[in-house]
Structure formats: C-alpha cells, structure tokens
C-alpha cells in the first residue's frame, strides 16, 4: 500500500467507485472543452481533428458511464435511489480524517 494514498484519504486503498467517478467527471468537463474548441476553430482541419476526438471521448464517457451503471454507481435512472446514494456518499466523504 503506497502511504502517501493512504495519507491522503485516510482509508487504505481508493475505492473502484471513486475512481470510476473522477474519470467520469473528467470525461464530461474533456467533452465541453472539445465542444468550446470546436465551436472557436477556424481552420477546417483543426476542426476536424477536434470532432475525431470529441467523438472517442465520447466514447469514453459512454463505456465509463456504462460501468458505474453495471456496478451499482450510478442510478441515472432512478433518480431518488442516486439521490440516496450521493448523500451517503457526501456523508462518508465528510467523515474521513482530517488530513493536514
């Protein structure tokens, strides 16, 4: 076990679903980004090179969604059961050490 994670979350490994939610969340802000690029481009090419990769990380987005949805993550479906879910989640968050 590295210490320096251990450290920081004061648990002893970072959980699949922490995980899995930070690339998910990187997924979206990397597709608003490409979106922003997109849109400001003037060049044909840099536009279409910009829509290629907007198009993977698309992709990306939907295989990691897909994942946090096959194991229980997320309920984008059933929004009261995700509702839940955050605030026990907010709660675990909130009771980790305090690491200074």
Same mark, same amino acid.
């Given at each position: ?33 490409? =979106? ?11 536009? *279409?090179?910009?829509? &290629?990769?907007?198009?993977?990380? !698309? ?16 309920? =984008? ?11 026990? *989640?907010?709660?675990? &968050?909130?009771?980790?050490?305090? !690491?200074?």
């Amino acid at each position: 076990m590295n210490p320096i994670v251990e450290n920081l979350t004061g648990m002893n490994a970072m959980t699949d679903q922490v995980i899995a939610t930070d690339l998910l969340m990187a997924c979206k802000s990397g597709l608003k980004n490409y =979106a922003a690029a997109i849109s400001e481009s003037a060049s044909p090419e840099v536009r *279409n090179t910009l829509n &290629a990769q907007f198009g993977k990380a !698309v992709g990306l987005h939907e295989r990691m969604f897909n994942y946090m949805r096959d194991n229980g993550y997320y309920n =984008a479906y059933d929004p009261a059961q995700q509702l839940q879910m955050d605030i026990q *989640n907010a709660d675990k &968050a909130l009771s980790l050490p305090n !690491v200074q």
